[in-house]
């Protein structure tokens, strides 16, 4: 019932900056939390950043002073910034939600399809 499309995603340098967005759409009755989770090559898949309704945002310590996250101008959209990105940052950059729909009254996790970022030289 609950729909998360990942926009941003791409090819960039060492040091350089991408900006991830995602729209939550569907039956929602109410988002709790919203954030973004990725997955590298041959590796399991790790929360980077969190953000609460109230705004209180969570980041992994490896992006921490690097990455932010921010809830977008529409109600359920979600937004990171990451600047001086590194080669390690390399992944697929999922959208995740945890939302109440319409017809289920417990909290469900919804994940997006993934986009994907390269940070290369």
């Known amino acids: 019932q609950v729909q998360l499309v990942e926009s941003g995603g791409g090819l960039v340098q060492p040091g350089g900056s991408l900006r991830l967005s995602c729209a939550a759409s569907?039956?929602?009755?109410?988002?709790?939390?919203m954030g973004w989770y990725r997955q590298a090559p041959g590796k399991e898949r790790e929360l980077v950043a969190t953000?609460?309704?109230?705004?209180?945002?969570n980041y992994a310590d490896s992006v921490k002073g690097r990455f932010t996250i921010s809830r977008g101008n529409a109600k359920n959209t979600v937004n990171m910034q990451m600047n001086s990105l590194k080669p390690e940052d390399t992944a697929v950059y999922f959208c995740?939600?945890?939302?109440?729909?319409?017809?289920?009254?417990?909290?469900?996790?919804?994940w997006g399809k993934g986009a994907l970022v390269t940070v290369s030289s």
């Open positions: 953000i609460t309704s109230g705004g209180s945002t």
């Open positions: 569907g039956s929602i009755f109410i988002i709790n939390h």
């Open positions: 995740n939600a945890v939302a109440r729909t319409t017809s289920y009254g417990n909290d469900m996790n919804y």
